[in-house]
């Protein structure tokens, strides 16, 4: 855990020293342009989370293990605050860019809804007593959360946005060739795996509170039984 705290916070400090002070300024976006680092990692860190919750939601459901929740329920709550972080950093870079902070746009629209579908999820978990049947709706909401991720990366396919499509990730021929330049391209990388690592560690700090939340619950409910 200490290992993975150092690894983010020197990544983190030497991914901004490298952004803001070493590469140039975007021609046509100008300085508004560098939030990119941010937004761009947040969104696939964002996916990230709740694949995990999708993942130890169906586990869970097979299962019945609680380990599996508790992973599941520390995902959710990290890739919720990542994904708020998606859309204050995409709305940021929407008023220079497009001239508004927020248009109903497809790809916008789906990801606020995913965005409230998991602030209904923890909703629905205060909302519940019973930590077996918590669980299990939360589980059920998780797995339906996770189906708007492809409907929002596909978004900017299937209805017109003001969202580009994919260059991060865009592939030619049956081989990936990212439409962005090396001085761009590697930055982006490393400020995408720096993120992930983040996710990492506050997903085991998150787990490690709920274990140990959900431990204690139960040590006072043996002691007044």
Same mark, same amino acid.
């Not at 590697?186 to 690592?197: H, N």
């Given at each position: 855990?200490?290992?993975?705290?150092?690894?983010?916070?020197?990544?983190?400090?030497?991914?901004?020293?490298?952004?803001?002070?070493? !590469?140039?300024?975007? %021609?046509?976006? @100008?300085? +508004?342009?560098?939030?990119? /680092?941010?937004?761009?990692?947040?969104?696939? #860190? *964002?996916?990230?989370?709740?694949?995990?919750?999708?993942?130890?939601?169906?586990?869970?459901?097979?299962?019945?293990?609680?380990?599996?929740?508790?992973?599941?329920?520390?995902?959710?709550?990290?890739?919720?605050?990542?994904?708020?972080?998606? !859309?204050?950093?995409? %709305?940021?870079? @929407?008023? +220079?860019?497009?001239?508004? /902070?927020?248009?109903?746009?497809?790809?916008? #629209? *789906?990801?606020?809804?995913?965005?409230?579908?998991?602030?209904?999820?923890?909703?629905?978990?205060?909302?519940?007593?019973?930590?077996?049947?918590?669980?299990?709706?939360?589980?059920?909401?998780?797995?339906?959360?996770?189906?708007?991720?492809?409907?929002?990366?596909?978004?900017?396919?299937?209805?017109?946005?003001?969202?580009?499509?994919?260059?991060?990730?865009?592939?030619?021929?049956?081989?990936?060739?990212?439409?962005?330049?090396?001085?761009?391209?590697?930055?982006?990388?490393?400020?995408?795996?720096?993120?992930?690592?983040?996710?990492?560690?506050?997903?085991?700090?998150?787990?490690?509170?709920?274990?140990?939340?959900?431990?204690?619950?139960?040590?006072?409910?043996?002691?007044?039984?």
């Amino acid at each position: 855990m200490l290992y993975l705290e150092w690894v983010s916070f020197l990544g983190l400090l030497g991914c901004g020293l490298w952004i803001f002070l070493k !590469l140039p300024i975007e %021609a046509s976006q @100008g300085f +508004p342009q560098k939030i990119m /680092y941010l937004h761009v990692p947040s969104v696939i #860190t *964002t996916y990230l989370a709740f694949f995990v919750v999708f993942i130890f939601s169906i586990a869970y459901l097979w299962k019945r293990e609680l380990v599996f929740d508790q992973i599941a329920k520390a995902s959710a709550e990290v890739g919720l605050v990542f994904c708020a972080l998606v !859309l204050l950093t995409g %709305a940021i870079w @929407g008023k +220079p860019t497009w001239g508004t /902070y927020w248009v109903w746009d497809a790809r916008l #629209t *789906t990801t606020l809804l995913l965005f409230l579908i998991f602030m209904g999820y923890f909703l629905l978990r205060m909302s519940v007593n019973d930590r077996d049947k918590e669980a299990r709706l939360a589980s059920v909401l998780g797995i339906i959360g996770f189906l708007d991720i492809p409907i929002i990366h596909k978004s900017v396919e299937w209805w017109r946005t003001l969202h580009q499509p994919s260059t991060l990730f865009k592939v030619e021929s049956g081989q990936a060739s990212p439409s962005i330049s090396p001085e761009l391209y590697y930055p982006l990388v490393a400020s995408i795996i720096v993120m992930l690592v983040f996710y990492i560690y506050l997903l085991l700090l998150r787990y490690q509170t709920e274990k140990r939340t959900d431990r204690l619950n139960q040590l006072l409910a043996d002691t007044q039984d």
